[in-house]
């Protein structure tokens, strides 16, 4: 059984910076994808950026120069650093692992931007 723990979320001032963190504990395959999306009030569940085991990374658009991600693969977390947020970026934000054929997703947590 996998659980992903996500911690950082928070409420936050246009403009300023987060650090969201997420930790997977299990049965976790070495070779992995580990992410972040996010969710705002009526609207679907949008990728923001994804990390490889290998180091690889993907953004959304909208998130790119401003959010970086990485991970640290000894304690199987991803972190997910936020500057210049802005009220567009208001959402729960959930962590996401894809292994061996398995998709994990966290719990969750709310990043509200004020503008």
């Known amino acids: 059984q996998v659980q992903l723990v996500e911690s950082g979320g928070g409420l936050v001032q246009a403009g300023g910076s987060l650090r969201l963190s997420c930790a997977a504990s299990g049965s976790i395959f070495k070779i992995n994808i580990m992410g972040w999306y996010r969710q705002a009030p009526g609207k679907q569940r949008e990728l923001v950026a994804v990390?490889?085991?290998?180091?690889?990374?993907n953004y959304a658009d909208s998130v790119k120069g401003r959010f970086t991600i990485s991970r640290d693969n000894a304690k199987n977390t991803v972190y997910l650093q936020m500057n210049s947020l802005k009220p567009e970026d208001t959402a729960v934000y959930y962590c996401?692992?894809?292994?061996?054929?398995?998709?994990?997703w966290g719990q969750g947590t709310q990043v509200t931007v004020s503008s």
């Open positions: 996401n692992l894809l292994h061996v054929g398995s998709v994990e």
């Open positions: 990390i490889t085991s290998g180091g690889d990374t």
